[in-house]
């Protein structure tokens, strides 16, 4: 076991670094920077714009620029924004509890509401409930975020005016509500036609079946035999899903205002700020990885038929 | 010699059968409305009798066999007819809750698949000791300890540590093993045996028939094996009822079925024997596969459903459907043109 956990921890480095050179070179290569554009607006002077240049290190090769940035991020700096100046990771890091705290809740949604559903259609399969269910699950699925959003901020703030619109609210727990639903309906919805397909595979095995042979009740053989199985299918699924769970905070956090890392970043590509752009997608990326190794490790400890060479 | 038979049969005829299956039907929804893939089926089993059920892969065996203690799944597969008296009651018609202090407890199988009958993530302890919880009320600590000394029943090396481990560090062989010590923990007076070694290796088949012969007469009960393969219960079985196509063509007592087969089907079966076990002294031990395969049961032969493999096949056969001739309770055949019994089986 700790000869895996140190393995994955290995293979984690070459991974992070794989990262940091697709988004530098993605957002390096596209024209345009705040630093230049700033500068062309204000008709600054050639000398101010060399300085600039030299600063950023625009004047030198991508490549040059790709490892002196790799060197200074392994010391823990991220770089300056272009704009304001101002320490990119002491911001991005600052951004990270608000969207760690919608994306937690958001799955915390998915999970309470998700799995239980996914249980019942599957233990009613074919019944009216399961295509009921099944039809508000594809819904739940295909309605696009940003107008969930502005949906249940109108009902929910103007037409009751219960709950605020947007912001942080200085981390209330009403200002999560209305993001955080909208970020989970969707995944409640993919994680219940998971958990569905999970717990109808288990029905059918044969161990069930032997389950059954032993007089045991529906309860029993469900609680002690079906649940535990489907969760190990359940759990490898949704942990890929917490990635995109993690991206789709984007969009969200544009909606509702929300002070998160997803929110800076629409702002700093709008504003070709790139170190802070480049900041924002590492740190998303990044927990994105960090969960996936951890469901990984989670994944062997409740599954023992995994080898741990 | 027919005295001693027919004072044998008398007193067959006098216990009162453990098990009594009478005219069961089970049917599988298809996009095209229900198959029939058991029809029509009745047999009993005596009190510590051991009965052997053969019949090719696909004949209807292992839904019989579900249906009797109503485990086949549901949908897709509906018991249609039939009785299952079990004890004085039926089976089929006992509420849920009686029928479950019954599984496991006085009727137990073992099933096929030793790889996947028993649950992944649940230690194999845990797993034998649940029955005991169930069914006898132990405590936590009971049950393990009952739950070892089947592990030592089933000769199982190193129980207490065996006990903690998981059915993928087992063997096939082994996992078979626990699946009889879990089928025997409530001393059984049935025991339905599906297949039980025919997904092992070769070396290991007699190892666990022997032991659940054994642990048959250490216990008592009735078994009903079922196998594909004559073979395997040509030592071990009493009375032998072969399966063709979800129907019953014929039953026999071991002697009659291997000395005398009736039914072209069950000397077909004979045939493809690799040793010819009890057949040996005529002095042919020649194998010959039975050509063509088990009908889908949606779409059956008209009239004898083995018409299109029999050799013995006239007009008769293929419009009009053979009836199950009854001899005695314990012989009948279902065929218009049975082997003379007292020719050598090969018409
Ligand atoms: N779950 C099922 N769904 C549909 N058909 C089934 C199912 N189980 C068995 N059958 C059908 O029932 C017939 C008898 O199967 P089975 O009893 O398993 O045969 P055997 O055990 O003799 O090999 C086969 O034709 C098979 O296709
Ligand atoms: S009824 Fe006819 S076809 Fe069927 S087994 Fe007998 S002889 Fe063969
Ligand atoms: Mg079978």
């Known amino acids: ?309 | 010699m027919n005295e001693i038979k027919e004072n044998i049969l008398g007193d067959i005829e006098k216990v009162e059968p453990l098990l009594k299956v009478d005219g069961l039907c089970v049917s599988f929804d298809s996009p095209n409305g229900p198959v029939p893939v058991v029809r029509d089926v009745g047999f009993y089993i005596n009190p510590g009798e051991i009965v052997g059920l053969v019949g090719e892969s696909g004949s209807g065996k292992s839904v019989t066999a579900l249906s009797l203690l109503s485990l086949i799944p549901s949908p897709p597969g509906h018991i249609t007819a039939g009785r299952s008296i079990f004890e004085g009651n039926d089976l089929l018609k006992m509420p849920n809750k009686r029928l479950r202090k019954i599984r496991g407890n006085r009727i137990s199988m073992i099933f096929q698949e030793p790889m996947t009958s028993l649950n992944p993530l649940m230690s194999v302890g845990d797993q034998i000791a649940e029955v005991f919880r169930l069914h006898v009320g132990s405590s936590k600590v009971e049950a393990k300890e009952l739950a070892l000394k089947m592990l030592k029943k089933v000769q199982i090396p190193a129980p207490e540590k065996r006990m903690k481990e998981f059915p993928f560090q087992m063997s096939g062989g082994m996992r078979q093993r626990i699946m009889i010590a879990m089928a025997l923990c409530c001393n059984p007076t049935l025991l339905i045996a599906d297949e039980p070694t025919t997904a092992l290796d070769v070396t290991i088949q007699s190892e666990i028939m022997d032991l659940i012969i054994e642990m048959r007469q250490e216990f008592g009960s009735a078994v009903l094996m079922i196998t594909h393969d004559l073979g395997v219960i040509a030592e071990t079985a009493e009375r032998i009822i072969v399966m063709y196509a979800g129907q019953i063509v014929e039953t026999g007592s071991v002697n009659e079925i291997f000395d005398a087969p009736a039914h072209p089907y069950t000397n077909a079966l004979l045939q493809s024997l690799p040793v010819l076990g009890r057949r040996a002294r005529f002095g042919r031990q020649r194998l010959q596969e039975i050509t063509g395969t088990v009908p889908d049961p949606a779409d059956l032969p008209a009239g004898c459903a083995f018409s299109n493999r029999c050799p013995n096949v006239q007009d008769i056969c293929k419009d009009t459907s053979p009836l199950l001739n009854e001899t005695n309770i314990q012989r009948s055949v279902r065929c218009h043109f049975p082997l003379t019994l007292n020719s050598d089986g090969e018409a």
């Open chain 1, 1 to 309: 076991m700790h000869r895996f956990i140190l393995k994955r921890l290995l293979q984690f480095i070459p991974t992070v670094i794989g990262v940091t050179l697709i988004i530098f070179l993605l957002l390096n290569l596209v024209p345009g920077n705040a630093a230049l554009s700033s500068a062309g607006r204000l008709e600054l002077d050639p000398e101010v714009v060399a300085q600039l240049r030299k600063d950023f290190e625009l004047d030198k090769p991508v490549i040059v620029r790709y490892v002196n940035y790799l060197g200074r991020l392994a010391q823990g700096d991220m770089g300056k924004s272009m704009l304001r100046r101002y320490d990119v990771s002491e911001v991005v890091f600052g951004r990270l509890g608000a969207t760690l705290k919608l994306a937690c809740a958001a799955l915390a949604i998915a999970l309470i509401v998700g799995i239980p559903i996914g249980f019942i259609s599957a233990l009613k399969q074919g019944t009216w409930l399961d295509i009921g269910l099944a039809v508000v699950s594809v819904a739940g699925v295909s309605i696009p975020q940003f107008w969930l959003g502005i949906l249940l901020m109108y009902v929910f703030s103007y037409m009751f005016n219960i709950l605020p619109t947007s912001g942080y609210g200085g981390g209330a727990f009403s200002n999560l509500i209305l993001p955080a639903l909208t970020l989970g309906v969707g995944y409640a919805a993919l994680l219940a036609r998971i958990t569905r397909a999970a717990v109808i595979e288990v029905l059918a095995a044969d161990y069930v079946r032997t389950a059954r042979a032993k007089g045991l009740s529906a309860l029993a053989i469900n609680l002690r035999h079906v649940m535990r199985n489907s969760f190990v299918l359940i759990l490898t699924t949704s942990a890929l899903l917490f990635g995109s769970l993690m991206g789709q905070t984007v969009v969200v956090e544009r909606v509702f205002s929300w002070p998160g890392v997803g929110s800076l970043l629409v702002e700093s590509i709008f504003q070709r700020d790139i170190p802070v752009a480049q900041g924002c997608l590492l740190l998303i990326i990044m927990v994105f990885l960090i969960v996936n190794l951890v469901v990984d490790i989670l994944y062997r400890v409740i599954n023992p038929r995994i080898d741990f060479k």
